[in-house]
């Protein structure tokens, strides 16, 4: 098993998926505000988080079973 095994369709998902969410996300959607953040940082809370656990992923878990 290589470490980049199949990480490229990962790599595709995350690219037709921001891609909507670029589209989708207008100035009326993201005119709201939670516990006293703007709805584009909860936004961006909510896209920076499944990124960085991917690449924790990537880097530990795929290190480990590979070593």
Do not use: C, N
Request: hydrophobic content about 55%; aromatic content about 18%; proline content about 3%.
């Amino acid at each position: 098993m290589h470490i980049f095994e199949k990480q490229v369709y990962h790599y595709i998902a995350l690219a037709v998926l921001l891609t909507g969410l670029y589209l989708l996300a207008d100035e009326a959607t993201l005119a709201g505000q939670y516990f006293g953040w703007p709805a584009s940082r909860w936004l961006s809370l909510s896209i920076a988080i499944p990124i960085l656990h991917q690449i924790y992923v990537w880097l530990l878990w795929r290190t480990e079973l590979k070593y």
